[in-house]
């Protein structure tokens, strides 16, 4: 006799499924950051201790394609968990900033090349195949926007369901793409690319701090209690999780700060890179409290506002 189907809805087990994603999307990216500080040459495969200086450093290594293909997965997953409530619309906001931390590279300097890869000058650079890439990167980010953005737009007209988060969020997005466009090709402010974001200076940093920066508010969100109609509530123990992840998260952020502005005075020790590795571990505990306090919402969230 065949096994009784489970009796949750396609709804939600796409959501669970979605919120779980978001932790092995992590783990695979810390798996492939890990595997490349052991393996110091794949062909031939040769071992050691070559420990990364930032997560982001993966970009000028073998670990490149995982290290993008996560950050590209987070952005499309984080959008299909839209939503109706203040948190999704920032989780929204995560989605369009997420691939711009994988487009845009962060810097070398020559006393942090990675590989055999060098920086032509003292200050912080990327080399020069690397902004060709960032470049065409950008060019495909904010076509891709602006093509979401009308298409959404048309989607919400036609089912006559309007959602003010989702037009923010659309707005958030095209002035994102329009600065890094501007930021990559207009003559006037191109020079420096990618180094020329006032007053941040780098853009991949600053993108990335602005992603934790804005996804550390998620939790503190939800510590509150539930958001949308029908959602499970968390319990006691779940908020005081969610209150330590925030609270975590916004002290590593200025921890990744300061390592940053005073890199030189670290010397070898890898801050941003332990910082990094912690930020992504308190966004997939996040995502696997909310994965079973949420595991039988019989209302998942959905991008189109309800009908009165």
Same mark, same amino acid.
């Given at each position: 006799?065949?096994?009784? *189907?489970?009796?949750?809805?396609?709804?939600?087990?796409?959501? &669970?499924?979605? &919120?779980?994603?978001?932790?092995?999307?992590?783990?695979?990216?810390?798996?492939?950051?890990?595997?490349?500080?052991?393996?110091?040459?794949?062909?031939?495969?040769?071992?050691?201790?070559?420990?990364?200086?930032? @997560?982001?450093?993966?970009?000028?290594?073998?670990?490149?394609?995982?290290?993008?293909?996560?950050?590209?997965?987070?952005?499309?997953?984080?959008?299909?968990?839209?939503?109706?409530?203040?948190?999704?619309?920032?989780? *929204?906001?995560?989605?369009?900033?997420?691939?711009?931390?994988?487009?845009?590279?962060?810097?070398?300097?020559?006393?942090?090349?990675?590989?055999?890869?060098?920086?032509?000058?003292?200050?912080?650079?990327?080399?020069?195949?690397?902004?060709?890439?960032?470049? %065409?990167?950008?060019?495909?980010? !904010?076509?891709?926007?602006?093509?979401?953005?009308?298409?959404?737009?048309?989607?919400? &007209?036609?089912?006559?369901?309007?959602?003010?988060? +989702?037009?923010?969020?659309?707005?958030?997005?095209?002035?994102?793409? %329009?600065?890094?466009?501007?930021?990559?090709? !207009?003559? %006037?402010?191109?020079?420096? $690319?990618?180094?020329?974001?006032?007053?941040?200076?780098?853009?991949?940093? !600053?993108?990335?701090?602005? $992603?934790?920066?804005?996804?550390?508010?998620?939790?503190?969100?939800?510590?509150?209690?539930?958001?949308?109609?029908?959602?499970?509530?968390?319990?006691?123990?779940?908020?005081?999780?969610?209150?330590?992840?925030?609270?975590?998260?916004? +002290? *590593?952020?200025?921890?990744?700060?300061?390592?940053?502005?005073?890199?030189?005075?670290?010397?070898?020790?890898?801050?941003?890179?332990?910082?990094? !590795?912690?930020?992504? @571990?308190?966004? +997939? %505990? $996040?995502?696997?409290?909310?994965?079973?306090?949420?595991?039988?919402?019989?209302?998942?969230?959905?991008?189109?506002?309800? &009908?009165?």
């Amino acid at each position: 006799m065949a096994a009784a *189907d489970s009796p949750a809805t396609t709804p939600q087990k796409t959501h &669970r499924y979605l &919120r779980l994603s978001l932790v092995l999307i992590v783990f695979a990216l810390l798996v492939s950051v890990a595997l490349q500080s052991f393996v110091v040459m794949w062909e031939p495969m040769m071992f050691g201790w070559n420990p990364l200086h930032s @997560i982001s450093h993966a970009i000028y290594t073998p670990a490149r394609d995982v290290f993008a293909g996560a950050l590209i997965a987070t952005s499309v997953v984080l959008l299909a968990l839209s939503g109706r409530s203040r948190a999704t619309t920032l989780l *929204d906001v995560c989605a369009v900033l997420a691939p711009l931390i994988a487009i845009v590279p962060t810097g070398l300097a020559d006393t942090r090349a990675v590989g055999h890869i060098p920086c032509p000058i003292a200050t912080e650079c990327i080399p020069a195949g690397y902004v060709g890439s960032a470049k %065409a990167g950008i060019a495909v980010y !904010a076509v891709v926007v602006v093509a979401v953005v009308i298409t959404m737009a048309v989607i919400r &007209r036609r089912t006559r369901t309007p959602n003010r988060a +989702a037009v923010l969020v659309s707005l958030f997005a095209l002035v994102t793409a %329009a600065v890094v466009t501007a930021l990559a090709f !207009a003559p %006037a402010l191109n020079e420096y $690319f990618p180094f020329n974001f006032w007053p941040v200076n780098s853009i991949h940093f !600053a993108v990335t701090l602005l $992603f934790f920066g804005v996804f550390a508010a998620v939790p503190i969100l939800y510590a509150g209690g539930p958001l949308e109609p029908g959602e499970t509530p968390p319990t006691p123990r779940q908020r005081s999780v969610y209150r330590w992840i925030a609270g975590l998260l916004i +002290a *590593d952020l200025v921890l990744l700060v300061v390592a940053v502005l005073f890199r030189q005075t670290f010397g070898e020790t890898p801050v941003v890179l332990i910082g990094e !590795a912690v930020a992504l @571990i308190l966004f +997939a %505990a $996040f995502w696997w409290v909310q994965t079973f306090q949420r595991w039988n919402d019989p209302n998942p969230p959905s991008i189109a506002a309800p &009908r009165p």
